[in-house]
């Protein structure tokens, strides 16, 4: 299983090279003035998504009319004062050249990967048979690390939230040994949860991490925590080249990362999958606070390195 599946990989990789996502690229740019076609949405992004901000007009909004009011946002916005140098300058050519994949926008919805990165995960657990993605939210963040801390956070507080009476001030975070070293300092920053390794796990307020299938020993153990919510299966080692794949799992929450992967651990990309739509969004604004939106440029390499494995 494991060389034959090898063999596949490299044979694909000779043969595949990466799909620019540019090539539809619409010459002259529909959404000029003021906004730009943005090839991975296939929609206009602009100044403020569709047009010039308010009281602004013209050829790049450049116009400023001061008859008008304007309204002002005090708790947003988007560094686009310079997007036209990188978006028209390179060449005239936006998609012809590395530089003009650099998105200027920070990303938004939040923490939601861009959707040919997100179709591009989705087939390659399908193509893996090592994860039914169906009804399972997709969150991306940087790294498995990241989907961890996020996790932990936002699982920890729904479930105090939860609670009616005799409530605990935090929430207990446990792994059987032996456990990844990291777990207790991601745990750590968590001002909901505590690392508890003699944490009850008949405890509702018990949340278990689960690598699975363990580092460094491979053993795939069962979750002392009977509630599959409160589990956090880490599952970067749940691919082809490292374990057989027996049976296509489907749990309630699912951590994998690029750098077991692909990998392309300095990439820094890992992606949650959950069956709670309320705490995908919750782990979508941890990630969102920590970051201001996931990194273009990380997603756009992983998409081309998803790509150059699964052949399309
Ligand atoms: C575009 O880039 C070239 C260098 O590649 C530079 O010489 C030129 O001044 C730039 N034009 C504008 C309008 O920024
Ligand atoms: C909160 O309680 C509801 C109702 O009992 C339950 O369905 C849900 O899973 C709980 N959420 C968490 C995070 O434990
Ligand atoms: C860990 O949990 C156990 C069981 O609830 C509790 O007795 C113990 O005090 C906790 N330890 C720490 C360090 O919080």
């Given at each position: 299983m494991f060389l034959s599946w090898l063999a596949l990989l490299f044979s694909i990789l000779g043969a595949v090279t990466a799909v620019d996502i540019c090539s539809d690229y619409p010459k002259p740019d529909p959404c000029l003035p003021g906004g730009e076609?943005?090839?991975?949405?296939?929609?206009?992004?602009?100044?403020?998504?569709?047009?010039?901000?308010?009281?602004?007009?013209?050829?790049?909004?450049?116009?400023?009319?001061?008859?008008?009011?304007?309204?002002l946002s005090s708790t947003g916005g988007n560094p686009l004062v310079i997007a036209q140098f990188w978006l028209l300058n390179s060449t005239q050519e936006p998609c012809s050249t590395t530089l003009a994949h650099y998105r200027p926008a920070y990303q938004n919805p939040p923490g939601v990967p861009l959707p040919p990165l997100e179709d591009a995960i989705r087939k390659l657990h399908?193509?893996?048979?090592?994860?039914d993605t169906s009804g399972r939210q997709l969150i991306g963040g940087f790294g498995a690390t990241m989907m961890l801390h996020a996790t932990v956070a936002a699982l920890s507080e729904m479930i105090l939230k939860n609670c009616t009476s005799n409530c605990p001030p935090v929430v207990d975070v446990m792994a059987q040994p032996p456990y990844y070293d990291n777990y207790p300092y991601i745990v750590g920053i968590v001002q909901t949860a505590r690392w508890n390794?003699?944490?009850?796990?008949?405890?509702?307020?018990?949340?278990?991490?689960?690598?699975?299938?363990?580092?460094?020993?491979?053993?795939?153990?069962?979750?002392?925590v009977k509630n599959p919510n409160h589990v956090i299966r880490d599952m970067v080692y749940y691919w082809p080249m490292y374990t057989d794949i027996d049976t296509t799992i489907s749990e309630p929450i699912m951590i994998f990362s690029s750098s077991k992967h692909e990998g392309l651990a300095g990439t820094r990309f890992g992606w949650g999958l959950y069956q709670d739509s309320v705490l995908a969004q919750n782990v979508a604004q941890v990630v969102n606070v920590l970051t201001l939106g996931l990194s273009v440029d990380v997603q756009l390499r992983v998409l081309a390195s998803i790509q150059a494995i699964i052949g399309h």
């Open positions: 076609w943005d090839p991975v949405l296939n929609s206009c992004s602009g100044y403020d998504g569709r047009s010039c901000f308010q009281c602004y007009s013209g050829q790049f909004c450049k116009t400023r009319e001061d008859t008008l009011t304007c309204q399908a193509i893996s048979q090592n994860v390794t003699s944490a009850d796990p008949t405890s509702p307020y018990t949340i278990e991490i689960l690598t699975y299938p363990n580092n460094p020993n491979g053993v795939r153990r069962n979750p002392l």
